[in-house]
Nanobody, 115 residues
């Protein structure tokens, strides 16, 4: 059993910042990657950022230089620091835990950026 609980979403003005957190519990290994995806209304879910157990990161081009993913293995927690937010960043943000055999998903947290 794996449970992922996101927090930190909300409403922010363009140019502002938010920090998302995702706490993982259950059968978790820090040797597996974790990440964030997002889904805007009427659009497909898309990758935002991932981080491996060693700290290697990967970002969508649309968020490079603005978002930073990090993790705290001792707490089984992954973070997404989002700066210089734009209205097009508005979406439900989902945390993922990524062992080799499948992805686990959180319930999502809404981020709304007003212009």
């Amino acid at each position: 059993q794996v449970r992922l609980v996101e927090s930190g979403g909300g409403l922010v003005q363009a140019g502002g910042s938010l920090r998302l957190s995702c706490a993982a519990s259950g059968s978790i290994s820090s040797s597996n990657a974790m990440g964030w995806y997002r889904q805007a209304p009427g659009k497909q879910r898309e990758l935002v950022a991932t981080i491996t157990s060693s700290g290697s990161t990967n970002y969508a081009d649309s968020v490079k230089g603005r978002f930073t993913i990090s993790r705290e293995n001792a707490k089984n927690t992954v973070y997404l620091q989002m700066n210089s937010l734009k209205p097009e960043d508005t979406a439900v943000y989902y945390c993922t835990y990524q062992p080799a055999w499948r992805y686990y998903w959180g319930q999502g947290t809404q981020v709304t950026v007003s212009s």
